[in-house]
């Protein structure tokens, strides 16, 4: 089963996150799929705008905690560590020079690197029953991918509430705070987001690759060079004995205790 569904109509690209029993966490083989979809629909000409969304209820999960864990285990752990650091940050720097408008449907929890994949989309409109969170720190790891894009969409103050609070707020807060820009029903979630995509399809393609220039490397030029700092950040937490504990805490669902 392929874990990522991508369907076409017309000039709308819909990329759904296809492991609902694992409520969509991102593993290496989901993350590999995400990166080569989104290279095969940078060169698809009849493609104007991308929605992303998850299959189920989730949006996603974030990383995947147990293969986390295995990975935990291996004599070359810091190795791999770094290399899933850099594929995610690859994929969000793709999504974010991508040359077309990417709206994310978040039909349900956007948590940790899930809250990632949206914050890296240029539109987000919510269902009701959707959630963003980031609890990295109490599996002892760190968010440092989503942290400069977290600030960069809503500002260091909200960053700081969310990313040290570690508070998983609902769709109406995330509204407020401006990481939700529309909220809508669950049955008319998947409309709404097809009738933005077509709305920007109806723009001039690279009048849309010329301000999503402006916007994410112009404007956000330190946050693009952030995500290396952050990859860092990431792939170094994973090495430590909190995170070993926090992660095994969390599957065993029991709390951390912290060296």
């Known amino acids: 089963m ?6 076409i109509r017309r000039h ?25 979809t989104f290279e095969d629909l940078h060169l698809e000409k009849r493609v ?11 949006f996603c999960a974030g990383m995947d905690l147990g293969e986390m864990l295995e990975t935990s285990k291996q004599p070359n752990a810091a190795e791999l560590w770094h290399g899933d650091a850099a594929a995610y940050r690859d994929l969000v720097e793709f999504m974010l020079r991508f ?3 990417i709206i994310a449907a978040v039909n349900g929890p956007a948590i940790a690197g899930g809250a990632g994949l949206v914050l890296a989309c240029d539109i987000t409109v919510a269902a009701q029953e959707a959630a963003f969170g980031l609890p990295e720190p109490l599996r002892g790891i760190v968010a440092g991918l989503v942290a400069p894009l977290l600030t ?5 103050g909200q960053a700081a509430r969310l990313l040290l609070g ?19 029903s669950a049955d008319s979630l998947a409309e709404r987001a097809d009738a933005i995509a077509a709305q920007c399809a109806r723009c001039a393609p690279p009048a849309l690759l010329q301000t ?18 952050g990859a860092a950040a990431s792939a170094t937490a994973r090495t430590t004995e909190e995170a070993r504990e926090g992660l095994a805490a969390f599957l065993e669902k029991r709390e951390p205790k912290w060296p």
């Open 2 to 7: 392929s874990l990522v569904r991508l369907e």
């Open 12 to 36: 709308t690209a819909v990329v759904t996150l296809n492991r609902p029993e694992k409520r969509n966490a991102l593993n290496r083989a989901l993350l590999a799929e995400l990166q080569q």
């Open 48 to 58: 104007r705008a991308v929605v992303l969304t998850g299959a189920g209820n989730v």
């Open 99 to 101: 040359p077309k408008p």
């Open 152 to 156: 960069f969409r809503i500002g260091g």
């Open 166 to 184: 570690v508070q998983t707020i609902d769709a109406r807060e995330a509204h407020r705070i401006g990481l939700f820009h529309e909220i809508v």
């Open 212 to 229: 999503k220039r402006m916007l994410n490397e112009t404007i956000g030029e330190q946050m693009l060079i952030q995500l290396g700092a």
